[in-house]
DNA sequence: CCCTATGTTATAGTAAGTATAGAACATATA
DNA sequence: TATATGTTCTATACTTACTATAACATAGGG
């Protein structure tokens, strides 16, 4: 599988577990329509309780990363609200880039480091 | 004061005193060598507890934009670390920018935010 | 020298969040 | 019918966040 939990991190398991099913959608290791693994399998395969699992799975859903059905198991779909995505990406970003100005890191070289990422995230979008 | 706590918020009183305070060293409201309220003061003025204030100061010396002292008190003093200030940027944008790759913000529309948000904070640095 | 203010440390308590465990439920599928 | 699904419930242990007192060494002002 593509998750890989670090027990030792400050980060909790649950959020380490949405960051990674989110990178894989963004790389497109998931695409949209494929299933993820039940809660039951995933906290299986990762070694961790069922309902960090499902508590991962309900935030991605509430995201609208993925819908979740009783029958079919939790599958990928994303719900593209562009202005809700772009205002969470406003939000996100501000503090980062606060830091980095305070750095001294120029606007310049922030965007580089923009581009350096989603050309790694595989290009699929430019 | 330019401090406002949000205490209905999920984010942590002292992790909300560290962004306000970086943002504003970032709009140069908090420059080099100004001196910040001690830690009884601060917390009087935003009503909270000495040790949470104290608890953001420890960060934000230990992340290098504050110099504790225990005459003159905390006095602002960025340390400018270009590498350690870039691998931290890289980072924090990588999560960022894959949720916003999911929701197929485009590399330029990311790029425009990044823009948008270093000329808000002052254009100081270009 | 005394008093005050500084950051710092220690202890303790409450509340909330994180992770675990076991059990049960309704429902859809094979 | 049997199984697997997400979901919900209760319960426990642990960690973190926040508050509350108290105390300490040290530097500066009067």
Redesign the interface.
């Known amino acids: 599988m593509f998750i890989s939990i670090d027990f030792n991190s400050d980060e909790a398991i649950y959020m380490q577990l949405c960051?990674q099913i989110?990178?894989a959608?963004?790389i497109q290791e998931l695409r949209e329509g494929e299933s993820l693994p039940s809660v039951r399998q995933m906290a299986d395969e990762i070694g961790i309780n069922m309902h960090t699992v499902n508590k991962a799975y309900a935030i991605l859903r509430k995201d609208?990363?993925l819908k979740l059905d009783r029958r079919s198991g939790a599958m990928i779909a994303?719900d593209?609200?562009?202005i809700k995505?772009?205002s969470?990406?406003?939000e996100?970003?501000?503090?980062?880039?606060?830091?980095?100005?305070?750095?001294?890191?120029?606007?310049?070289?922030?965007?580089a480091?923009?581009?350096k990422?989603?050309k790694e995230?595989g290009g699929?979008?430019?």
């Open positions: 960051d989110i990178r959608i963004a609208g990363f994303i593209l609200d562009k995505a772009l969470e990406l406003d996100s970003l501000r503090p980062v880039i606060a830091r980095a100005i305070c750095k001294d890191v120029s606007k310049e070289e922030a965007i480091m923009v581009e990422i989603y995230y699929s979008i430019d």
